[in-house]
């Protein structure tokens, strides 16, 4: 068997809320291979969020040990962690999060940005990007001029600005209308058959169907069965 | 990459531009006080340097009086035993003995009582070139002339109702002079109302034969006068018998004029960095406000790998920027605002050379100063931003 790129040994996740304790996540141990689509499905409040937060290294398990490419992320300060997720991971949020003061090309520009990559490198990557998005038309264009699909679409490149092995993405079509959403998952396939690693939460079953190859994960009350 | 670090720093300064200014403005009004206090407290300095130098460093004043304080008009304290002292010592050059007191002086049968000093008309050049009065029209007096005076400025324009000019005759204790000089304006009243005469006519109409009001002692050159002053207040006082005068060299009344003026500017100075604390708190007050508006913002940037140490430089870069533009626009107003001053004061006692000089360590300092403030007073809100846990911060709405 080769080895998993994200590998999750026994890992819980509880907020203390003082008087009472949240189990968000339970005893969750998983392997992502390489170059896989994984969905993780699940009820509101299930823990799906949280999980995918603790794989894209923006949060610590509170229990158990996340391996990123064999590096338990779960130790290290939150300096190395910021290095490895803005360099290994890119994230597509529901609600898009880019950042409104800044044009479509700065927005894919800024990952890199904190990678320290000098100035035209980066231009000529975000345009690339935004180009493979089909949005070469929109790059000086605020997010606030975009419909949403476009505003999609710019997250999705700049999820990539850095090459990353894995693109994490939290219910990305959630705000999206269903021929919206179905290029973007488009654009997560292709993605994928250019070699990059996938991890998916959505309630959408209908998109998980239409995906040839994946894993689903459903989880139930923090526990995945 | 601090480069790209100042251009989203500016970018997000430019999207609260309204918020930006004001918080620049508490800045300003702090390092403008700074600037031209501290350039007004200079200029008065070496006003103050200048007009000493024209006294010169090597007179040594002694009144007669009291030992707390100088003599009032008509008090004469030294008697003509003492001048004699005062030569006898191998150090002394001449003495310049004078009188003054308050008389009536009436003109055009108007009556006013002005003050009228008196010297001794041999001495007249010597005691003219270290005094701040110059003759502008007119004449000085010649050796041993008397019936005539020289009147301030102030006489030859609005004292009296008529304007007394060259040539005209008015009568001072109720004898008659003739005006033959004019002095330059002074700039204050007490000496542009003044009127001179010889002596030798002043003890005809007030001042007593055997007593004077005080004396200027110029010593050789070479003297070590301070040495020489305190030699001559001990022997002097034993002398006299008692402590009722007093005994001043010019270097000394510097030196404490300027320790007064040092003192001065200390305070002012302190009252300023007051205003600039408030603008600190200003940029302080805003960069809090900008984090809580940025919350989500930074969440984003921290989830495409932003380091807590890039969100503080961005952070940081915001405040020392309002530091930085609120010093130098600062700076440039409190320029403005001190050449105002030396116009303002020029215009009122012409006689005054107000040097502002655009101390570079001045205007530099107080930019960089305001540069720190900026950067101080970011630091806990950057730290603030920087520390913020990513998951909560992007769920931050
Ligand atoms: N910071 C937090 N403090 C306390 N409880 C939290 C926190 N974050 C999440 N939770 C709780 O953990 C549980 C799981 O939340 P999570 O956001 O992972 O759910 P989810 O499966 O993503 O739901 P949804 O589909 O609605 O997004 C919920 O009960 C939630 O209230
Ligand atoms: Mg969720």
Redesign the pocket.
Known sequence: MTNPIISLKKVW?I?D?GDSK?Y??RNISLDINKNEIVFIV????????????MIGSLDYPSRGKIFLDGINISSLTESDLAQIRGSKIGFVF?SFNLINSMTALENVMLPMTFQEIPVEEKIKRAKKLLNKVDLNHRLNNLPTELSGGERQRVAVARSLANNPEVIIA??PTGNLDTKTGKMIMNLFNEINKEGKTIII?T?DLDLVKRTSEHKIYK?VD?EIN | MLREYILIALNNLKRRKLRSWLTVIGIVIGISAIVSLTLIAQGTENAVNAAFEEFGTDVILVQGGTAFGPPTPGEYGLKNRDINFFESFGETDIVIPYVYDTQEVEYKSEKKYPIVYAIDTEFWAEFLGRSNFEVERGRNFQDGETGSVIIGWKLNHDYFEKKIDLKSRIKVGGKTFKVIGIYERIGNDADDTSIAMSIDDARKIFAPANKVTGAQIIVKEGVDIEKFAEELEEDYEDYRGDKNFILSTSTAILEQINNILGIIQYVIVGIAGIALIVGAVGIANTMYMSVLERTKEIGIMKSIGATNKAIMTIFLIESAFFGVVGGIIGSIIGILMALGAKYAIEAFSPGLPFLILIDPYVVGGAILFSAIAGILSGILPARAASKLNP??AL?YE
């Open positions: 996740k907020y809320m949240i968000a996540n699940g009820k509101s409040g299930s823990g799906k969020s949280t999980l995918l937060n529901q939290d219910e939460v309630h989880i923090g | 998951v909560d769920r």
